[in-house]
Each structure stands twice: as structure tokens, then as C-alpha cells.
Antibody
Framework: QVQLQESGPGLVKPSGTLSLTCAVSGGSISSSNWWSWIRQPPGKGLEWIGEIYHSGSTNYNPSLKSRVTISVDKSKNQFSLKLSSVTAADTAVYYC????????????WGQGTLVTVSS | EIVMTQSPATLSVSPGERATLSCRASQSVSSNLAWYQQKPGQAPRLLIYGASTRATGIPARFSGSGSGTEFTLTISSLQSEDFAVYYCQQYNNWPPRVTFGQGTRLEIK
């Protein structure tokens, strides 16, 4: 069974760059799945950030596209998220997930990691 | 952007009874609709995709229906572990777009 684990700083300063990594175990990131990042502000709903395939192809939420970069490291079986020019509005629990093979739904999720944007 | 609207915001139901949750899309999403369950402090769990297909390991008491703009998640006989927040999600495979509803909180009556 695939397991996902997010890691990265829990505190980022305003105007800085948020950087997170998702380690994949129990399966290969080079499988025929896309891999997503999703976030959830405290007490609020879910927002899809974007996805990546092991080839490096990406798709982003248009509302975040100018600030987001998702990359993959096949040698480490992990993928990463960078979000630039952060503000307090980017404070959220960030989840990584494995998509279903043929549809853009998130079938397996990491436990999530809280990132707070504050000086 | 397609807007997903869930109703009601909070639903109070007694254990053993049926719960019906609604999700409406601002324009047709065909059958590209999923449902997730989220418990406090946990990640969401995929329940339903393709509007009506249960994900692996999801009990048969969970069922989804609808197409186009109107969708329903039904839990036929509520168990204690079913009280949670439920989100609907529309997806478009090309161009890839995902939006979630604001959630329905299912609470014990």
C-alpha cells in the first residue's frame, strides 16, 4: 500500500518561499499515476494546488499558477512543492496525494503538514 | 471556474438513519464528481468517484448518484464512525481543473 509523508518547515516568513517534500513509500513515483498537492486553511475547505507526472509534466490551479512550482525526484521517490511570495493567506495544512490512474481524484493522501506564514 | 455548492452546511441525523447530502455544480461536470470524508485531524478519504463508483474498501452503505449539475451522497444507515465532514469535488481531466465544495458537516442528532 502506497504511503505518503509530507515534510518541510512549519513556519515561513511573509514574502518568502514555502517548500515542502512528499516522500512516497510502498510504491514507485514512476507508476502510471499523477501526484497532487492540496491545501486546507485552518477551519476551511480544500484547494487543489496542482499535480505532476513522473516525466515532469505539471498542471496547476490557475489561481496559484504564477507562484507554484511542483517538481519530481525519481531517484528519491519523492515530489516537491514550492510556493513563492507567501502571505498569511497561504497558512494551511498542506497535503500530498496520489491521484487515481484515469481520473483527477485523490485516492491516497499523506497525513498533512501545517505551514504557518508569519514574521 | 466551476463553483461547487453543498447543502446543507450542517446535517443532524440519528445513528441508524439515512443521511442525504447534496452538491450542485455551477455548470455541467458530466459524471466527473467525487466525494470525500474528513474526520478531525485527518486527511480526507476518497469515498466515491465518477459520481457513483465506490472507492476501494468503502462500505456499501455509501452511495452516490447524479450527473450534470446535481449530485447526491447517501449514507443508508449511519454508523458512529460516519459522523464527519463531507466534501464533493468536480474534476475535468482536460484541461485539468479541480474544485471542491465547501463541505457538509454530518453530526449526531
Amino acid at each position: 500500500q502506497v504511503q505518503l509523508q509530507e515534510s518541510g518547515p512549519g513556519l515561513v516568513k511573509p514574502s518568502g518561499t514555502l517548500s515542502l517534500t512528499c516522500a512516497v513509500s510502498g510504491g514507485s513515483i514512476s507508476s502510471s499515476n499523477w501526484w497532487s498537492w492540496i491545501r486546507q486553511p485552518p477551519g476551511k475547505g480544500l484547494e487543489w494546488i496542482g499535480e505532476i507526472y513522473h516525466s515532469g509534466s505539471t498542471n496547476y490551479n490557475p489561481s496559484l499558477k504564477s507562484r507554484v512550482t511542483i517538481s519530481v525526484d525519481k531517484s528519491k521517490n519523492q515530489f516537491s512543492l514550492k510556493l513563492s511570495s507567501v502571505t498569511a493567506a497561504d497558512t494551511a495544512v498542506y497535503y500530498c496525494a496520489r491521484n487515481s490512474e484515469q481520473q483527477l481524484v485523490m485516492r491516497d493522501w499523506g497525513q498533512g503538514t501545517l505551514v504557518t506564514v508569519s514574521s | 471556474e466551476i463553483v461547487m455548492t453543498q447543502s446543507p452546511a450542517t446535517l443532524s441525523v440519528s445513528p441508524g438513519e439515512r443521511a442525504t447530502l447534496s452538491c450542485r455544480a455551477s455548470q455541467s461536470v458530466s459524471s466527473n464528481l467525487a466525494w470525500y470524508q474528513q474526520k478531525p485531524g485527518q486527511a480526507p478519504r476518497l469515498l466515491i468517484y465518477g459520481a457513483s463508483t465506490r472507492a476501494t474498501g468503502i462500505p456499501a452503505r455509501f452511495s452516490g448518484s447524479g450527473s450534470g449539475t446535481e449530485f447526491t451522497l447517501t449514507i443508508s444507515s449511519l454508523q458512529s464512525e460516519d459522523f464527519a465532514v463531507y466534501y464533493c469535488q468536480q474534476y475535468n481531466n482536460w484541461p485539468p481543473r479541480v474544485t471542491f465544495g465547501q463541505g457538509t458537516r454530518l453530526e449526531i442528532k
